[in-house]
């Protein structure tokens, strides 16, 4: 970072420095106090942080405000007025006013709500989230000041993503707090951290446009595989071309100017993948921050000839893009998920370890519900990804931590006595220094858990609430037991000795029954998808059955009780999901029979009818030299056009009864046959720029 970027880092963001200078002295301690605490919100202030903030957006350069929110699309959304207000004939004045800022309304009827609203109901409603600040989006001809809200209907049922998060952050929230006290600790404040790394590919714009399946669909329907691609891992953190340096100094320079810590960029493992990951922050922040880093990936590819596929699986055979999900929880701005100094710190450490282990244990079926959709199917299990089976890598060092506890015994090998919580002589819990397990989903990494599962193009919104409110559940789970158990009042002497007693039992209990769900292994292993089901882990291989979870009554249940999604909403979304992912299957099947039928065929059919000419010419010739090669390579296109006649023909009757498994199988059976004409069709008359192109010319 050059001190240019280091003087306008944060500057298109109303942060704590803007609010300081655009707003009065107390009314920016209450805002203040809201972003960093979680204070409720005066609703007085209103008025004077509208003003301060228009002031500060109209010297930034905006022309317009808009309410910026998250609609269950997977996107971003976004109506954009102006601040211009007419007062008279040719006159008018810029305003902006407490109630622009708090709420707006905006026209809900084309997003998806699952049937929490009827079609001809088209009122939608944005809320101010004031503890993600105000930005700035800057374009070639202005800016516009975005303030992210939540999007609600009528009724105030949750039509947006990040209504639940905020809910889920204050259920593990409280139930944090609630388990703190238990270890004699003051109220404080949590805080929920994330960093999400974010692959993705890019490959020349003028290929782009060329594959009507990358323009439809984000993916590769078709492309055979070429004969180097990643098997020689030189691409990995490789050195970065100048171009794609451009790039992302370009994506940099306007991340930083938004206030987003964005950190490292590297070349990625398969060619043309790339990857960004920013620093932690608190969690609705840096979920509100992957989206914008989405969008600028975008903005910044098109503006240099490039085009970003954030699909998790743009091309197969190599690797797929994911959204890995470093997540964390502190207590006072101190995380819990390291290992303490002291034996009531471990002891911390180990509770909300095994609180966490028994929400993935209980609760891994809404993990991988939250990971599904079309583009993820394809990645999952495959180049890299983690598979479909939710499980959790702790590391030799934690492993062995977590089975001394269990059994009461040291073992050998480690050196240490055995772990008794809250005592003195504890052994500290030392900080793992094992490898990383990329074939785990759900992985401990030194201070916090790395979820790999979810893909490249989602919002990270869903798969963190699902955990903030499993994990909320398991801590309250075992505070219901610790309560039925301790019998001591907290005041007294034999509080913390009978405390540390039965909490050691209590995670005796909680790791045998819940250590089903450790695993250290290859996830890709065909032996350990045998042991998962042994173990009784599911193992839900695609979207439909993936969403299925949602149906519960116990799951349903759950986040009702938490207050997360009611079991409306939760239906709701289970209808969206099902109904978005049979959409976007349905429209891989048309993209790949209308290439199939009106781009390969066609060139098929001429390579054919080319090659049967020559052969006829040569024969009534008399040429002897040739004939042989000319005839089994016309043999081979001969049969490949037919197999294409009828692998078409089968996806066609697919497509017309719409069932997603029907359409994949056939858009697979056809895409071998089209992969292996690739291989025998003139290069120069193959219609689609090929993978060798696609991955290597950029």
């Known amino acids: 970072m050059t001190d240019t970027s280091l003087k306008t880092y944060g500057e298109d963001v109303f942060s704590e420095k803007a609010i300081r200078r655009h707003l009065p002295k107390d009314v920016a301690a209450k805002l203040l106090a809201t972003m960093r605490d979680a204070k409720p919100l005066d609703p007085s202030i209103a008025d004077a942080v509208a003003q301060g903030m228009k002031d500060w957006a109209l010297k930034s350069g905006a022309t317009h405000f808009t309410h910026w929110f998250q609609p269950l699309t997977g996107g971003t959304a976004e109506k954009h007025d102006a601040f211009l207000e007419p007062t008279g004939p040719a006159q008018a004045v810029q305003k902006f006013s407490g109630k622009n800022l708090i709420g707006g309304e905006t026209d809900a009827s084309s997003f998806p709500s699952g049937g929490l609203r009827?079609?001809?109901?088209?009122?939608?409603?944005?809320?101010?989230?004031?503890?993600?600040?105000?930005?700035?989006?800057?374009?070639?001809?202005?800016?516009?000041?975005?303030?992210?809200?939540?999007?609600?209907?009528?009724?105030?049922?949750?039509?947006?993503?990040?209504?639940?998060?905020?809910?889920?952050?204050?259920?593990?929230?409280?139930?944090?707090?609630?388990?703190?006290?238990?270890?004699?600790?003051?109220?404080?404040?949590?805080?929920?951290?994330?960093?999400?790394?974010?692959?993705?590919?890019?490959?020349?714009?003028?290929?782009?446009?060329?594959?009507?399946?990358?323009?439809?669909?984000?993916?590769?329907?078709?492309?055979?595989?070429?004969?180097?691609?990643?098997?020689?891992?030189?691409?990995?953190?490789?050195?970065?071309?100048?171009?794609?340096?451009?790039?992302?100094?370009?994506?940099e320079e306007r991340l930083w100017r938004l206030g987003i810590p964005a950190k490292t960029r590297h070349n990625e493992v398969a060619p043309a993948q790339f990857e960004l990951a920013p620093m932690f922050e608190d969690l609705n922040l840096a979920v509100d921050?992957?989206?914008?880093?989405?969008?600028?990936?975008?903005?910044?590819?098109?503006?240099?000839?490039?085009?970003?596929?954030?699909?998790?699986?743009?091309?197969?055979?190599?690797?797929?893009?994911?959204?890995?999900?470093?997540w964390s929880i502190a207590y006072g701005g101190k995380n819990l998920l390291s290992p303490g100094a002291s034996p009531r710190d471990n002891a911390i450490f180990l509770t909300f370890l095994s609180a966490i282990v028994r929400a993935v244990d209980l609760h891994s079926d809404m993990l991988r519900m939250a990971t599904a959709g079309a583009g993820n199917d394809h990645r999952l299990g495959a180049n890299e990804a983690p598979p479909?089976?939710?499980?959790?890598?702790?590391?030799?060092?934690?492993?062995?931590?977590?089975?001394?506890?269990?059994?009461?015994?040291?073992?050998?090998?480690?050196?240490?006595?055995?772990?008794?919580?809250?005592?003195d002589t504890m052994p500290p819990i030392p900080r793992d220094t094992t490898d990383r397990n990329r074939t785990s989903p759900f992985a401990f990494t030194g201070n916090k858990f790395e979820f790999r599962a979810p893909g490249s193009s989602q919002n990270c919104a869903a798969s963190q609430m699902v955990l903030n409110t499993i994990v909320a559940e398991s801590i309250d789970a075992i505070c219901d037991k610790l309560d039925a158990l301790v019998d001591v009042p907290e005041r007294s002497p034999k509080y913390t000795d009978r405390f540390n007693e039965e909490l050691q039992k209590l995670l005796q209990r909680l790791i045998r029954k819940h250590k089903r769900v450790l695993f250290s292994g290859d996830g890709y292993a065909k032996e350990w998808k045998a042991e998962a089901e042994r173990r009784g882990l599911p193992n839900l291989h695609d979207t439909l059955e993936a969403i299925a979870p949602m149906e519960s009554p116990a799951n349903r249940a759950l986040f009702a009780k938490y207050g997360v999604l009611t079991e409306g909403e939760m239906a709701s979304r289970r209808e969206i999901a099902a109904e978005d992912y049979e959409s976007r299957v349905l429209i891989e099947g048309k993209v790949a029979l209308e290439i199939g039928r009106s781009m390969i065929r066609p060139v098929v059919a001429d390579e054919f009818s080319r090659l049967a000419t020559a052969i006829g010419r040569a024969s009534r010739d008399g040429l002897k030299v040739g004939i042989a090669g000319l005839k089994a390579l016309s043999l081979k296109l001969g049969a490949g056009l037919d197999d294409l006649h009828v692998k078409c023909e089968r996806l066609e009757k697919s497509v017309s009864k719409g069932e997603p498994r029907g359409i994949l199988r056939a858009m697979g059976d056809l895409r071998r046959t089209v992969d292996r004409l690739e291989c025998l069709v003139d290069d120069s008359k193959w219609p689609l720029p090929k993978y060798r192109e696609m991955l290597f010319i950029y």
């Open 289 to 326: 921050h992957n989206m914008l880093v989405m969008e600028v990936l975008k903005q910044a590819a098109e503006a240099n000839g490039l085009v970003c596929l954030l699909h998790e699986k743009p091309f197969e055979g190599v690797n797929g893009s994911g959204k890995h999900c470093n």
């Open 118 to 251: 009827s079609t001809f109901e088209a009122r939608g409603y944005t809320a101010w989230d004031p503890t993600s600040p105000a930005f700035i989006k800057r374009h070639a001809n202005g800016a516009t000041l975005c303030i992210p809200t939540a999007f609600c209907a009528y009724t105030g049922a949750a039509l947006d993503m990040k209504t639940p998060l905020l809910r889920s952050i204050q259920a593990v929230s409280r139930a944090t707090e609630r388990l703190m006290s238990k270890f004699g600790k003051p109220k404080a404040h949590v805080s929920i951290t994330l960093g999400a790394e974010q692959e993705y590919f890019l490959i020349d714009r003028s290929f782009y446009l060329k594959r009507p399946d990358l323009l439809q669909t984000g993916r590769t329907v078709y492309g055979a595989a070429p004969a180097k691609h990643q098997q020689l891992d030189d691409h990995y953190f490789g050195a970065i071309r100048p171009r794609i340096l451009k790039f992302m100094t370009e994506v």
């Open 388 to 423: 479909a089976i939710i499980s959790v890598f702790l590391g030799d060092e934690l492993s062995a931590v977590m089975r001394e506890i269990e059994t009461g015994r040291a073992e050998r090998k480690t050196g240490r006595t055995a772990m008794k919580i809250g005592v």
